[in-house]
């Protein structure tokens, strides 16, 4: 399957996707979700009574407790049957995303320890390394500082005005420990064989440049290694092009599901916040770029249209993931050196997601918005270093950006609960945030080539089928 042919593919499954799934929403999905919504209304009725009632020792309130549980248990009824319906066109997504996590820990490994090895002494690696770290410190804060200023200037909560709920009211999400011993636990490995099993990216990260530096550092013996891991590299990446085949099968699945689930309704209801944060997304793009030029000049502008289509994938089925070991060949492809690429381009997948750091920041300040809550300059600043400092410790987390923001906002007095405002259209979202990762990572890894004078001109790179 050649490239060309490829994106053509993944365009075509993303419309079909979006033609099957609004038919299959309105002829199947349309009357359970009508049952969801109708259990949702009745929960927050519900709430709100019992948030109302002041003595809790009334038979009344006992009653109420009773028709909430019956109204959640509705819900869930609805909402397993509803999964159900749609199992046959999310497993398409899932078996190809299944596979990608197979090869993405491997691959990460094994290019990492190549790369390292090949920079050499620990003072090469110290050198990339903070030429990288500093690229990615500068990105993130760059990614936080625009969702809060862009947030502040759109206000898209100002329309909501809810109240505040009871504190006992919450959602399901489950909250990042903000702990330093939860976040050391996320970095520092415990085993390596454990951090493959789980895809836990940062840890394996960590052991991979204590084993590429001490393969280096043993001379000739290492070169075994080097080759051995080098070979094994490249067996991965055959596998992965065996994989990408089935690229456009999971993107119709993905899209499918999405839109099937939520229909097209939700793109109105939550129009407004939706078209500001994919608006803010596109500034976050040309930034990117801007500074990818700086560097790359016009080159920059060729990167970008090389990783189309990783950036389609990722886009397509909501996880950056998905696009790892495309990102990786196109950029050799591109001209980096493979020992650049193998280093910063898995530190990336870890420290460096501008389009999730964006969404952290937006979202967190669109819920304190929608409940009237005026968070001075001071504390939005403070929300924005929490915000980077717990988001390194959740690599590889399911919708890590819920998560984190779960863990983060309770500090501020935003109610837990307002997330239920964004989980309907998370995974809408999601799309963006993993498409600008992407770019991120790759802008990132080009740059990083650039200043360590290892970009070189563009190449063909011989793996078939990627």
Known sequence: MTKNKLTLFIFIALVAGVITGYIYNVKVIDKINDNISAADVQIKAIDTRIVEMKDTTVAEFKTLKQQ??????????????????????????????RLIKMVVAPLVFTTLVVGVAKVGDVASVGRIGGKTMLWFLSAT?????????????????????LPLPDSHLGTDVKKAALSLRDFIGHVFPKSFIEAMANNEILQIVVFAL???????????????????????????LKITGYVMKLAPIAVFGAITVVIAKQGVGVLSTYAIFISEFYFSLLLLWLVIILAGFMVLRTRAFRLVNNIKDAILVAFSTSTSEAAYPRVLVELERFGCNNKIVSFVLPLGYSFNLDGSMMYMTFASLFLAQSYGIHLAFSQQLSMLLILMLTSKGVAGVPRASLVVIAGTIATFGIPEAGLALLIGIDPLLDMGRSATNVLGNAMA??????????????????VEDL
């Open 68 to 97: 909430r549980a019956a109204q959640v248990t509705e819900r869930k009824t609805n909402d397993t049957l509803r999964e159900d319906k749609l199992t046959g066109f999310s497993v398409l997504s899932d078996i190809f995303l």
């Open 141 to 161: 804060l760059v990614s936080l500082l625009l969702g809060m200023i862009l947030v502040n200037l759109f206000e898209p909560g100002k329309a909501m005005h």
């Open 210 to 236: 204590f084993f590429g530096v001490a393969t280096g550092a043993i001379g000739e013996k290492g070169d075994v290694v080097i080759k051995a891991m080098d070979a094994f590299a490249h067996v991965i």
């Open 445 to 462: 890894t080009a740059v990083v080539s650039k200043w360590e004078g290892e970009l070189g001109e563009e190449k063909e790179v011989l």
